[in-house]
């Protein structure tokens, strides 16, 4: 091979080393700015005055307007899952765990990432797209003007709110999933009811609930975070903050996906 072609094949690693090494600058730079968003509210969140008609309004925004989207994906996840696991369990004579099967799955996994991923998927979208407008159009320098802590005013509320209010939304998810797939396992697969019920008892315990919403109490934090974060770097106009609510719902969803094998893997 000629020397020349050697040295171009070279040159065309490097660069892409280089490209390597310029995006994981740049994730860690954002990833810095992040926590230090993040303390900043955590800040703002024990420093009087605390704001709980914002936080309050949140939580109706976030809780009450997820409360749908909420509800529509339990259900069907409930029955798609005990259809599914029934049929399974049919082939080796085992239909009656279904039951139990299904609400582990649901209260240790699906109903916290699941409702994280529909809250995101509307709130956190909502978060970025409203932080943004007001950053583009410089409401946010206003109340800097005005001697109001930007991060204590707009960001400090949501994740607060967010917080608070993603362990019912994951509670509601687990009672309507289950209830989903009662009704599929009962009337459709024709379990007894009794064994259903029985069995849920007998291997699901209170610490598999818990589980579940220990996790979305992260998520909830998480997702927030990145919302806001993200509506607080819009700049250019209406383009880039429809930008950054993609990056938003994009990079939530990804987090909350990583981090849910981590906190399963290190602390369950």
């Not at 008609?53 to 409360?67: E, N, P, W, Y």
């Not at 139990?100 to 916290?112: D, F, G, N, Q």
């Not at 903050?241 to 938003?248: C, I, K, L, Q, W």
Request: aromatic share 10%.
């Amino acid at each position: 091979m000629p020397m020349n072609a050697i040295y171009e094949q070279i040159a065309v690693f490097g660069r892409i080393v280089l490209s390597l090494f310029h995006v994981l600058e740049l994730a860690l730079e954002e990833l810095g700015q992040m926590l230090s968003m993040f303390w900043e509210s955590l800040r703002q969140i024990i420093k009087p005055p605390i704001r709980w008609r914002l936080i309050v309004d949140q939580m109706q925004f976030i809780g009450v307007g997820s409360l749908f989207i909420v509800v529509l994906t339990a259900v069907f996840t409930g029955m798609v899952f005990a259809l599914q696991s029934g049929r399974a369990f049919a082939i080796f004579r085992a239909e009656t765990l279904t039951g139990s099967v299904v609400t582990l799955t649901l209260t240790r996994e699906l109903a916290p990432v699941l409702t994280a991923l529909m809250v995101t998927a509307r709130a956190g979208s909502a978060m970025a797209a409203q932080i943004g407008t007001m950053q583009v159009t410089q409401q946010v320098e206003a109340l800097s003007a005005m001697a109001v802590n930007p991060v204590g005013y707009l960001i400090a509320p949501r994740i607060i709110a967010s917080v608070l209010i993603m362990p019912f939304l994951t509670s509601i998810f687990n009672f309507v999933g289950i209830l989903g797939s009662y009704v599929v396992s009962t009337k459709l697969l024709n379990i007894d009811e009794a064994m259903f019920l029985e069995n849920i008892r007998y291997y699901v315990d209170v610490a598999d609930f818990v589980q579940g919403l220990f996790k979305s109490i992260f998520f909830a934090a998480i997702l927030s975070l990145i919302s806001c974060y993200q509506g607080m770097q819009a700049r250019s106009g209406a383009s880039d903050v429809g930008r950054r609510v993609t990056m938003a719902v994009v990079i939530s969803s990804v987090a909350i996906l990583v981090i849910d094998y981590f906190l399963t893997a290190l602390l369950f």
